[in-house]
């Protein structure tokens, strides 16, 4: 059984960080590439960033350029979005999305965790 399971997110104030995990069970996690989303109240999700394999150069949607780093630790099963100068704009629930396809800014496959809220708000 497939399971991915965000942690990390929070009420945070402008200008502020946040380190989101996801972990992940049932899949081939160095083989798969890792990918994160995001949907805010009213819009659709969006790609946020994305890493193929360990040391492959990530990929980022712009507006996150700068301010936010995808890494993964496959002995861990685990992958972070370490997000830093957080902007009220930034608010969304995040979601790590698994699979076999490295096709950004698409998703990576058909596996999702449940999504953990983060809200930039003073």
């Known amino acids: 059984q497939v399971q991915l399971v965000e942690s990390g997110g929070g009420l945070v104030q402008p200008g502020g960080s946040l380190r989101l995990s996801c972990a992940a069970s049932?899949?081939?996690?160095?083989?798969?590439?890792m990918g994160w989303f995001r949907q805010a109240p009213g819009k659709e999700r969006e790609f946020v960033a994305g890493?193929?394999?360990?040391?492959?150069?990530?990929a980022y949607r712009d507006s996150v350029k700068g301010r936010f780093t995808i890494s993964r630790d496959d002995a861990k099963n685990t992958a972070f979005l370490q997000m830093n100068s957080l902007k009220p704009e930034d608010t969304a629930v995040y979601y790590c999305?698994?699979?076999?396809?490295?096709?950004?800014?698409?998703?990576?496959?058909?596996?999702w965790g449940q999504g953990t809220q983060v809200t930039v708000s003073s």
């Open positions: 999305n698994t699979g076999p396809h490295w096709r950004c800014p698409a998703p990576m496959g058909d596996y």
């Open positions: 049932g899949v081939p996690f160095s083989s798969y590439a």
């Open positions: 890493i193929a394999w360990a040391g492959n150069t990530p």
